[in-house]
């Protein structure tokens, strides 16, 4: 059945660099895309990002500068990487299969 | 940015009652929106997509309209199970956007 998983530190420090890792079981990244989106303590969705099956990325324009979404379809693995973080970057980190299918999320504390 | 307004941000529903969540467009997304529900704790479900389309799984009971710029999400009979938070997303062009939540409680 379709799974996805991420994983990563719980914990950055200000000014540091995000790396997550959303692993996926039950479909091919070659013919399915992957999104990350990210939910602060209480508050709304935020569409991150998206890496499409043939390998293109689009980001939300606020991130664009800070943001890298990237794959290795031999590992059936997407990552996220953000830099210059901030504590309003404390947020529970989810990837989707696009549309339908979500991971469990990981939180993820930004604090010195 | 396409903006999604989703309205009422927060409602309350007794039990049986027919509920209605809008979502409005910043302008034409051509149906290509989805709606999610997420109960405290856990990770949005996906209920309804290209504004009309019943995900597998998801009760009969919800149901998604709407065209253009003006969408709607339906709960025809409320029943304890349904609350949580209720999300409009806009797949038209990028980014995409999410709208910012209705709250549905049980009264």
């Known amino acids: 059945q379709v799974q996805l998983k991420e994983s990563g530190p719980g914990l950055v420090q200000p000014s540091q660099t995000l790396s997550l890792t959303c692993t996926v079981s039950g479909f091919s990244l070659t013919s399915n895309s992957v999104s990350w989106v990210r939910q602060p303590p209480g508050k709304g969705l935020e569409w991150m990002g998206a890496i499409w099956s043939g390998g293109s990325t689009d980001y939300n324009s606020a991130l664009k500068s800070r943001l890298s979404i990237s794959r290795d379809t031999s590992k059936s693995q997407v990552f996220l990487k953000m830099n210059s973080l901030q504590t309003e970057d404390t947020a529970i980190y989810f990837c989707?299969?696009?549309?339908?299918?979500w991971g469990q999320g990981v939180m993820v504390t930004v604090s010195s | 940015d396409i903006q999604m307004t989703q309205s009422p941000p927060s409602l309350s529903a007794s039990l049986g009652e027919t509920v209605s969540i809008e979502c409005r467009a910043s302008?034409?997304?051509?149906?290509?929106l989805a709606w999610y529900q997420q109960k405290s704790g856990k990770s949005p479900q996906l209920l309804i997509y290209?504004?009309?389309s019943l995900q597998d799984g998801v009760p009969s009971r919800f149901s998604g309209s709407g065209s253009g710029t003006q969408y709607s999400l339906k709960i025809s009979g409320m029943q304890p199970e349904d609350e949580g938070v209720y999300y409009c997303l806009q797949g038209s062009k990028y980014p995409w956007t999410f709208g910012g939540g209705t709250k549905l409680e049980l009264k």
């Open positions: 302008e034409d997304i051509y149906s290509n």
């Open positions: 989707t299969r696009l549309v339908d299918y």
């Open positions: 290209y504004a009309s």
